[in-house]
């Protein structure tokens, strides 16, 4: 027989969980019972979602055609991803393979996933 334990969390309650290179994520339990983030460094870096593009020195194309789209922080980049997937990056004029790969590789790696 396996042995299961369950930890109940209240809104306002927080909890965080540290991966096995030690990249750590904070989450605050919101009032619907979603986990959200409370911190909004990603993981190991000094980034946050409202640092600007710049900061993932990405390739001048890809920069250029972020900026012309007006997408100016690592926290839009990732909001049209979850929204949109690589599709949203795709439907950009001269966002090409290598571009769309480049960010979302970032994307991955800011979230501390594989990419």
């Known amino acids: 027989m396996k042995h299961l334990e369950i930890d109940v969390y209240e809104p306002g309650d927080m909890l965080a969980t540290m991966s096995k290179d030690g990249k750590v994520a ?6 619907s019972g979603e986990l959200v983030s409370s911190d909004n460094r990603l993981f190991n870096t000094d980034l946050t979602y409202e640092d600007p593009i710049e900061a993932l020195d990405l390739t001048v194309r890809t920069y250029n055609v972020l900026k012309r789209e007006r997408v100016n922080t690592i926290g839009e980049v990732a909001a049209l991803y979850d929204e949109k997937g690589v599709a949203g990056f795709d439907a950009m004029r001269n966002m090409g393979e290598k571009g769309r790969n480049e960010i979302v590789g970032h994307i991955m790696r800011l979230r501390g996933e594989e990419s």
């Open 26 to 31: 904070v989450f605050t339990i919101s009032p």
